[in-house]
């Protein structure tokens, strides 16, 4: 599976914005999705998962503002950010995997994106 991340930039604090992880190579819907960033001398965090069943997790400090979708007939899969916050700045990536557990665990998924830039000014 190849992914692709887009849809980062330089947005302000209370800002929007979609990232998409466009997958080739397999159909991703029988793969378990998640989001990660890693932001400079931190380690890669969990952001938000979406199962290959739909259903969808998300970390404490995204709960609320932030959105999981898949669209497998487009074998894509999107994070809606809203209400950013400077400290969302960080470089997201996308990653897959199969009978993925825990969700959060970076080791569980298979294969990632190269990542894309998200940055948040105050």
């Known amino acids: 599976v190849q992914l692709v991340e887009s849809g980062g930039g330089l947005v302000q604090a209370g800002g929007s914005l979609r990232l998409s992880c466009a997958a080739s190579g397999r159909t991703l819907s029988n793969y378990d999705m998640g989001w990660f960033r890693q932001a400079p001398g931190n380690e890669r965090e969990f952001v938000a998962a979406?199962?290959?069943?739909?259903?969808?997790y998300y970390a404490d400090s995204v709960k609320g503002r932030f959105t999981i979708t898949r669209d497998n007939a487009k074998n894509t899969v999107y994070l809606q950010m809203n209400d950013l916050k400077p400290e969302d700045t960080a470089v997201y990536y996308c990653a897959a995997g199969q009978k993925t557990y825990p969700y959060t665990k970076p080791l569980a998924y298979d294969y990632w994106g190269q990542g894309t830039q998200v940055t948040v000014s105050s």
């Open positions: 979406i199962s290959w069943s739909g259903g969808t």
